[in-house]
């Protein structure tokens, strides 16, 4: 049991008026508590029970903003006006951050990034003679005539092939247990299927 409801049970039990103070917020819900200030349990209230309020920011009919963290316990109530302000604050202060990250290059940066790309461009450029000497250099071996003697040779093995398929020869060994009694069904199945 909470020291709230033990203080108000006791209260109730010699005989002193217990009273709570009573809100609505703007869709007409009915709220209650010791009293609507900083640290006090806050509570809605329905016909059945009272259930504490869940965390959240609650606009009251009054336009005030009751801001609860922790779950049934009141963090701070505030009116519309200072929520505005500190909205306002933030955004200036986001502003004021924008305004130092925008910052322009210079002439002289500029200068710098297009040397850069000019030396990039001519660190491309041999690339691309490099292949196109090398293409024509395949060009030119493929058009020399290769001499016949080279060619007989190159068309002919280097040596004789080897079989690696060696012949094995299978032998099959037959066993004849109990040749001499008398065939089952089985028997007959099975001899006509090592035939096959």
């Given at each position: 049991?909470k020291?709230?409801e033990?203080?108000n049970?006791?209260?109730?039990?010699?005989?002193?008026?217990?009273?709570?103070?009573?809100?609505?917020?703007?869709?007409?819900?009915?709220?209650?508590?010791?009293?609507f200030a900083?640290?006090?349990?806050?509570?809605?209230?329905?016909e059945?029970e009272?259930?504490?309020?869940?965390?959240?920011?609650y606009?009251l009919e009054?336009?005030?903003?009751?801001?609860?963290?922790e779950?049934?316990?009141?963090?701070?109530?505030?009116?519309e006006?200072e929520e505005a302000k500190?909205?306002?604050?933030e955004?200036?202060?986001e502003e004021?951050?924008?305004?130092?990250?925008m910052?322009?290059?210079?002439k002289e940066e500029l200068?710098e990034v297009?040397?850069?790309?000019?030396?990039i461009?001519?660190?491309?450029?041999?690339?691309?003679?490099k292949?196109e000497?090398?293409?024509?250099t395949k060009?030119?071996?493929s058009?020399?005539e290769?001499p016949?003697?080279?060619?007989?040779?190159?068309?002919q093995?280097?040596a004789e092939p080897?079989?690696?398929?060696?012949?094995?020869s299978k032998?099959?060994?037959?066993f004849?247990i109990?040749s001499k009694r008398k065939?089952?069904t089985l028997?007959?199945?099975m001899?006509?299927?090592?035939?096959?």
């Amino acid at each position: 049991m909470k020291p709230s409801e033990m203080l108000n049970q006791v209260k109730t039990l010699l005989g002193v008026e217990v009273k709570l103070e009573q809100m609505k917020l703007e869709n007409g819900t009915v709220l209650e508590a010791d009293a609507f200030a900083e640290g006090n349990e806050i509570f809605i209230v329905t016909e059945d029970e009272r259930v504490a309020l869940p965390v959240g920011d609650y606009v009251l009919e009054d336009g005030q903003i009751l801001v609860v963290e922790e779950e049934g316990i009141i963090k701070e109530m505030k009116s519309e006006d200072e929520e505005a302000k500190e909205e306002e604050v933030e955004v200036e202060a986001e502003e004021e951050e924008e305004k130092e990250e925008m910052v322009y290059a210079t002439k002289e940066e500029l200068a710098e990034v297009k040397l850069m790309i000019e030396e990039i461009k001519e660190m491309l450029e041999p690339k691309e003679e490099k292949e196109e000497m090398a293409e024509e250099t395949k060009e030119e071996l493929s058009a020399q005539e290769i001499p016949t003697e080279v060619a007989q040779e190159l068309s002919q093995p280097a040596a004789e092939p080897i079989n690696t398929n060696a012949e094995v020869s299978k032998t099959q060994v037959k066993f004849n247990i109990a040749s001499k009694r008398k065939m089952s069904t089985l028997d007959r199945v099975m001899s006509k299927m090592n035939k096959l």
